[in-house]
T-cell receptor, first 114, second 112 residues
């Protein structure tokens, strides 16, 4: 069974641009969560999607958004990029049952904002 | 509030046991997890424990939970060089829809 796939692996953008990251969950998983990992703030929850609906979100500005498609694939978008958005963005998938979910993480997208 | 703390670094000799500690503040957490991250990779779930359990053993891994002191530990028996990585503890909450609160991570270095 293929794992969680995130594309692209690396991205370099400049301030003010926008970026879209993609995540394909494990087959059969209906929930996709996104996390931001930085050396200063560590791992922080961005949002979670299930059946194309956002069920939970973290404390990030509205520049961070996401969506989920009917095949459970998810994208996240960051608009008007700032230097502080440089981070490893991790996607995790799970069955979506809502209790004690085992999250399976992808290798992440490393975003550098110049 | 939600906060998870870990010591940042641990060095052990190959073959010894490693103990990684974690404290958390939110007593409403219902499950606690240990994840491992190797360089350039995502997070790998190692094990988890329900908040109503005191201990869980899974091959070389032993998790101890002291709910009164809000203290969680991960013991790795017979530590190998392949165990060198960053270990994160995380809290989950009932109905939290995969919002986990992570600690900063403990970097484990295993030397011969």
């Amino acid at each position: 069974k293929a794992g969680v796939t995130q594309t692209p692996r690396y991205l370099i953008k400049t301030r003010g641009q926008q970026v879209t990251l993609s995540c394909s969950p494990i087959s059969g998983h209906r929930s996709v969560s996104w996390y931001q990992q930085t050396p200063g703030q560590g791992l922080q929850f961005l949002f979670e999607y299930f059946s194309e609906t956002q069920r939970n979100k973290g404390n990030f500005p509205g520049r961070f958004s996401g969506r989920q498609f009917s095949n459970s694939r998810s994208e996240m978008n960051v608009s008007t990029l700032e230097l502080g958005d440089s981070a490893l963005y991790l996607c995790a998938s799970s069955l979506g049952q809502g209790k004690n979910e085992k999250l399976f993480f992808g290798s992440g997208t490393q975003l550098s904002v110049l | 509030g939600e906060d998870v703390e870990q010591s940042l670094f641990l060095s052990v000799r190959e073959g010894d046991s490693s103990v990684i500690n974690c404290t958390y503040t939110d007593s409403s957490s219902t499950y606690l997890y240990w994840y491992k991250q190797e360089p350039g990779a995502g997070l790998q779930l190692l094990t988890y424990i329900f908040s109503n359990m005191d201990m869980k053993q899974d091959q070389r891994l032993t998790v101890l939970l002291n709910k009164k002191d809000k203290h969680l530990s991960l013991r790795i028996a017979d530590t190998q060089t392949g165990d060198s990585a960053i270990y994160f503890c995380a809290e989950g909450f009932s109905g939290g829809y995969n919002k986990l609160i992570f600690g900063a991570g403990t970097r484990l270095a295993v030397h011969p």
